[in-house]
């Protein structure tokens, strides 16, 4: 008797029948199938609702994803962000990085490009100019904002989604045919907001908002849009309680949608900015590079220092400073900008 011959390609193990159970229901077919297999999604943020888009969008057979975040992992995220583990903690991987890596383990047919970076109005075209859709996994509204305009400016629809403690919202925004993310919100809510940090979150709340954010996006991608009334929806995983309301359409004042006027495109430099559900700030004083290796040896006499070729980590008795390649910093241990900037100069330099 022959010895079987290996399998040199899984996907001769796991084809036809991979996605067989989506390609059978109605709304999807082989056509949905075509119309998944060559589609290039952005996720921003790669945290609680970004991992999950990651992972959902790699088992329905998503061609392309670009996975765009500025951060770690580390072990509070474990409790909410279904693609990484304690190792990817352990060795404070770039959360695009970890996700990339779990992905791959997923469907190794799917493309991923991967970005470690704060998306700025400086790179926000070269990293979502190719992609045909956007979702948003983001912790603040000024990235928001700049999603939206460049959305809105280049007509890529884009799915909004956000939660904290047991409730979350979703909602489609399609430019030209519904209200932009400035129609609903013309200004960053003022005063402190609740946030994962003061107020805890659910992991159920993360993967229900993340799953419906994705939904949406294959809706979208798919163009089922026959007898469909774009939503708002929003949910409390703990009360129970759920509300759908239809989409408003453009606002006729609105500076972004009706005006055309784009201010988060033209800001050159990004703010430093209190990272939400975390005790920390993220900072980026300078436009050069940093040699890490060069930055551990001048910090090791002074403090505890952790690196790899992704970051360089540097504990103080208050603070712990993460420091990537391009310059950018999270200072952990503060929210005020003002201690945070301090520690960046006194440290790393301007």
Known sequence: MEPETPLTDLSELIHPERYSRQVRFPGWGEEGQRRISASHIAVVGCGALGSFHAAALARAGAGRLKLIDRDYVEASNLQRQWLFDEADAMSALPKAVAAERAVGRINGQVQVETVVADLTADNVADLLGDVDLILDGCDNFETRFLVNDFAVREGLPWI???????????????????????????????????????????????????????????????????????????????????????????????????????????????????????????????????????????????????????????????????????????????????????????????
């Open 160 to 350: 909004y989604g956000g939660a904290v403690a047991s409730h979350g919202v979703a909602m489609p925004i399609l430019p030209g045919q519904t209200a932009c993310f400035r129609c609903l919100y013309p200004e960053a809510p003022g005063g402190p907001q609740p946030t994962c940090e003061t107020e805890g979150v659910l992991n159920t709340i993360t993967a229900t908002v993340a799953a419906w954010q994705v939904s949406l996006a294959y809706r979208v991608l798919l163009r089922r849009d026959e007898a469909w009334t774009p939503r708002i929806f929003q949910m409390d995983v703990w009360t129970g309680d759920m509300r759908q309301i239809a989409m408003p359409g453009p606002q006729a004042d609105c500076p972004c949608c009706a005006l055309r006027q784009f201010p988060f495109l033209e800001r050159s430099r990004r703010a430093p900015v209190s990272l939400c559900g975390r005790n920390a700030v993220q900072i980026h004083e300078r436009k050069r590079p940093i040699d890490l290796a060069v930055l551990k040896e001048r910090l090791q006499p002074l403090g505890r220092v952790l690196a790899n070729e992704f970051a360089l980590r540097f504990f103080l008795p208050r603070y712990e400073l993460t420091i990537f390649p391009d310059g950018r910093a999270i200072i952990k241990g503060t929210q005020d900008i003002g201690v945070a900037r301090s520690l960046y100069a006194q440290y790393i330099g301007v």
